[in-house]
Nanobody, 120 residues
Framework: HVQLVESGGGSVQTEGSLRLSCAPS????????MAWFRQSPGKEREGVAV???????MYADFVKGRFTISQDIAKHTLDLQMSSLTPEDTAVYYC???????????????WGQGTQVTVS
């Protein structure tokens, strides 16, 4: 049984930074394509950043240069470092498993419970 547990959300001021972490159980982060998605109030869920099983990365245009996705093999986590945050980044952020690897909602096969990020 796969579980994805996110942590690291919270409230931050504009131009601030936060680091999200996802700790999966039931799978190894290095064996799957995984990603961060988000859902802002009144909007559909959207892909933010992908970390493929071959270590390649993909970012949505609206986070390029500001967010960095990474794996910590020692800790078995998928992390998202977010900087230069704006109120438009306010959302619930979800750790997901993908098949196939893409930023498309249709590729998500497993969702975490989400962690709230609020930028004011």
């Amino acid at each position: 049984h796969v579980q994805l547990v996110e942590s690291g959300g919270g409230s931050v001021q504009t131009e601030g930074s936060l680091r999200l972490s996802c700790a999966p159980s039931g799978l190894s982060v290095s064996d799957f394509s995984m990603a961060w998605f988000r859902q802002s109030p009144g909007k559909e869920r959207e892909g933010v950043a992908v970390f493929d099983s071959d270590d390649s990365r993909m970012y949505a245009d609206f986070v390029k240069g500001r967010f960095t996705i990474s794996q910590d093999i020692a800790k078995h986590t998928l992390d998202l470092q977010m900087s230069s945050l704006t109120p438009e980044d306010t959302a619930v952020y979800y750790c997901v498993v993908l098949n196939p690897c893409s930023l498309s909602l249709a590729s998500v096969t497993q969702w975490g419970q989400g962690t709230q990020v609020t930028v004011s």
